[in-house]
């Protein structure tokens, strides 16, 4: 099973993805520290400079390197994705698995609970919140957005456990008198692990995206660095309409490489799970053949 | 998922099934009503639970903005919003609850001395029109592709499709519509830069007008589409796989019917379900998405009212601009589920 996961392309270059930018919010600053680069030294000799030089990415409107505030903006966003995933997944297995395993009426408090927040316009609803509370830190935005976010989740696990209730192993362990809520959580949600780690996976790229837009929205700490909070301060100085692409382009396409990453795992998670989706394609070369019937040899 | 319950409206006939159908939209009904409750009860909550007094933080701003005493009705009707200190909570429930009852929301900070409502009947005919245009657009131009790129799995056009479409759902939606606006609004001068009309030309419904109005939609209506494409066309795409391999589609073929004719009428219709599914659901995301189009076109609709009414701590505004949308957007839900039921027969609600 797990050959098999990382057998899949599209797997190994999404987990490869992640871990480097796992890696960068874990070593970033030190990397930059190692490489000569401040990420808050303003550099007045080059101000809104294209790339090249001594600044590989440029500089931006205050002279600060680009390169170094996206590697260190790098830790911002991890931490908000993976404290927003955290709370998210968190809430979602406490309201989506005992809704499923218990039935009845526990199932339609929180059924309906889950429906009120999968029909709630989220953004919106942080705006308003952030508005009131004035002056937010990333550990707020994260919280607020895990808070907000999990309802999606808290659906497809009642789904799942429901069915993982009804199996045998179940019901014995329930005849053999083990409590309810031990069998929640030591016996049904072992079972949903795979799930919930495609999950918290989703969840913390959905989390990373709403810190980017809830910054740009002018929801942010500014004294915090995060890709967000970068490509706000490019959207304040008005980078896009004076063509500094170097500034607002390489934040962006750090969350987009995370999110491709993530949506390629879960393509191959998927398709593991789902065999229909696995499409046999015709070998059209002589050495893909000459492969396939190696691995079949082999096997 | 794919599993479905087969339907049992054959053996017991067509009477029983209408009133069947009509006892899921009243269930579904009866949620909506609910949620529609909770949203007020939640909009009367935020306020106070935010520390500080918000009303008398309005009062004060008001006063300041006008530079004069405000008169005891308009002081009466913000603290019936936001919460008179002397009155306990109970009592300011019904104040509030019959305050939305009059349909008066207080006035705006930032406009003064413009109520609420009439800001917001400005902006809801702009965003309405944005955000359902592109959500139907979307929604067919993805199935569609989808269906395709589903049919022929690993052909050519499904890996080139696939993976791009991945990559492009996960751009932060804001940063495509900056570069659309960059590339095409500033580079290129194709469109124009923000606002959602000619202020040149006189509003009404006069050919000229209408026409600037799609001159201007055009750019930001161009990228939501693009960016809610991605989501349509992968589930259909997967769930179109998927029933590409059942045997009533092998049975289609086998019987000699056309290839479109299977794909159509016989893959497609079954693997919309649960994209439509998506689709009710998909609003309130959509409603979220057209916030950052407008912010990022200038639009003149209740995104955009509520991003300056934010920035400007303009509570009355800010409250009104999350009510309406929460409304609209439960009312949206209601009607894609009654559109549903026409689709699928054997509907059985939790499927």
Request: hydrophobic share 50%; net charge positive; aromatic share 10%.
């Amino acid at each position: 099973m797990r050959a098999a996961f990382l057998n899949s392309w599209k797997v190994r270059i999404g987990l490869g993805i992640l871990v480097f930018f796992l890696l960068l919010a874990v070593f970033g600053p030190w990397l930059t520290h190692l490489m000569g680069l401040n990420e808050q030294a303003n550099d007045m000799s080059a101000i809104a400079r294209p790339p090249g030089g001594r600044h590989p990415l440029g500089t931006d409107q205050f002279g600060q390197d680009v390169l170094a505030q996206v590697i260190v903006g790098a830790r911002g966003s991890m931490y908000v994705g993976l404290l927003g995933a955290l709370v998210g997944t968190t809430i979602a297995i406490l309201v989506g698995v005992p809704a499923g395993y218990y039935g009845g009426r526990v199932d339609g408090a929180l059924n309906f609970l889950t429906n009120l927040f999968l029909v709630m316009p989220v953004l919106p609803l942080i705006m308003i919140v952030a508005g009131y509370l004035q002056g937010t830190g990333l550990t707020t935005i994260a919280l607020i957005i895990g808070l907000s976010g999990w309802s999606g989740g808290a659906r497809t696990l009642r789904a799942q456990s429901m069915s993982v209730a009804n199996r045998d192993f179940v019901r014995a362990m329930r005849m053999l008198g083990e409590r309810g809520r031990r069998l929640v959580f030591a016996e049904v949600l072992p079972h949903l692990t795979g799930l919930i780690a495609s999950m918290f996976l989703q969840a913390m790229i959905g989390a990373v995206m709403a810190e980017a837009g809830l910054a740009f929205l002018g929801i942010s700490d500014s004294s915090a660095v995060s890709w967000g909070t970068l490509i706000e301060s490019a959207q304040q100085q008005s980078a896009v309409l004076r063509g500094m692409w170097w500034w607002f382009v390489p934040p962006a396409l750090c969350i987009a490489l995370l999110g491709t990453a993530a949506a390629m795992i879960n393509f191959g998670v998927d398709e593991l799970a789902n065999p229909k989706l696995r499409v046999a394609r015709p070998a059209r070369t002589a050495r893909t053949a000459r492969r396939l019937a190696q691995a079949g040899a082999n096997r | 998922m794919t599993a479905v319950t087969l339907p049992v409206a054959s053996a017991v006939g067509s009477k029983t099934r209408a009133p069947r159908r009509w006892g899921f939209l009243a269930r579904r009904l009866g949620f909506y009503l609910a949620a529609a409750w909770s949203a007020i009860t939640l909009n009367f909550f935020l306020p106070r639970l935010m520390p500080g007094d918000a009303s008398s933080a309005i009062v004060e701003k008001l006063q300041s903005v006008s530079g004069q005493q405000m008169t005891p009705s308009q002081l009466e009707s913000i603290q019936k919003i936001f919460g008179d200190p002397s009155a306990n909570l109970g009592s300011q429930y019904i104040d509030y609850l019959d305050q939305l009852a009059h349909l008066d929301l207080g006035i705006s900070v930032s406009n003064y001395p413009t109520p609420v409502s009439d800001l917001l009947w400005q902006g809801l005919p702009w965003t309405l029109l944005l955000v359902g245009v592109t959500t139907v657009l979307a929604f067919l131009l993805g199935t569609g592709i989808g269906t395709v790129a589903g049919w022929k799995a690993g052909s050519r056009f499904d890996t080139v499709v696939s993976p791009l479409t991945i990559f492009a759902s996960a751009i932060p939606y804001f940063w495509t519509a900056l570069l659309a606006l960059w590339l095409f609004g500033f580079h290129l001068g194709w469109f124009p830069l923000s606002g959602g009309y000619d202020p040149d030309v006189p509003s009404g419904f006069s050919p000229s007008f209408v026409l600037s109005v799609m001159r201007y939609g055009a750019l930001p209506a161009a990228t939501i589409v693009f960016s809610a494409l991605g989501g349509w066309l992968l589930g259909m795409r997967n769930m179109t796989v998927t029933t590409v391999r059942e045997d009533y589609v092998l049975l289609a073929e086998a019987k000699g019917l056309s290839g479109r004719r299977v794909m159509l009428r016989y893959a497609a219709r079954n693997a919309i379900l649960p994209n439509f599914t998506g689709f009710a659901l998909a609003l309130g995301h959509v409603v979220g998405g057209a916030l950052l189009t407008e912010v990022v076109f200038d639009y003149p609709g209740i995104g955009y009212l509520l991003y300056t009414s934010v920035q400007q701590r303009d509570y009355p505004v800010m409250q009104g601009v999350f009510l309406i949308i929460t409304l609209t957007v439960l009312l949206a839900n209601l009607l894609a589920d009654s559109v549903y039921i026409l689709l699928d027969p054997r509907i059985k609600e939790g499927a």
